[in-house]
């Protein structure tokens, strides 16, 4: 048996999370239930959008690491790297948090 959360539950108490430490947080795309990758997308009050994955590490850990961030002056290529990344692999969940300090949110997740 895999000790892995489930991807559904993960979301959800991703969610719960946000919401606990004064943030907001919606599903932007839902993906396979149980096994679905998961990523974050992290505001600052509606701007600054990153994109936090999990990357396996060689001690067996899997962070969420930043990946993307936005581009100001050209704020349209985050969204359609995001539809890219669905399109690849519609298994994808994608949620976003609204909230300050998101790094300090992404070190509470468990790793």
Same mark, same amino acid.
């Given at each position: 048996?895999? /000790? $892995? ?5 993960? *979301?959800?108490? #991703?969610? !719960?999370? =946000?919401? @606990?430490?004064?943030?907001?947080? +919606?599903?932007?795309?839902?993906? /396979? $239930? ?5 990523? *974050?997308?992290? #505001?600052? !009050?509606? =701007?600054? @959008?990153?994109?936090?994955?999990? +990357? ?5 850990? $899997?962070?969420?690491?930043a990946t993307k961030s936005q581009d100001a002056e050209k704020p349209e290529e985050f969204d359609e790297y995001l539809d890219r990344r669905r399109r690849q692999d519609p298994d994808i969940w ?18």
């Amino acid at each position: 048996m895999s /000790e $892995r959360l489930p991807a559904h539950l993960e *979301v959800a108490s #991703l969610r !719960r999370l =946000a919401e @606990a430490n004064g943030g907001q947080a +919606m599903v932007l795309a839902r993906g /396979e $239930r149980d096994a679905g990758t998961v990523l *974050v997308v992290t #505001l600052d !009050r509606g =701007a600054d @959008a990153r994109l936090f994955e999990r +990357m396996p590490q060689l001690d067996g850990t $899997r962070p969420f690491i930043a990946t993307k961030s936005q581009d100001a002056e050209k704020p349209e290529e985050f969204d359609e790297y995001l539809d890219r990344r669905r399109r690849q692999d519609p298994d994808i969940w994608i949620l976003e948090v609204d909230i300050a300090d998101a790094e300090r949110f992404i070190a509470l997740l468990p790793r």
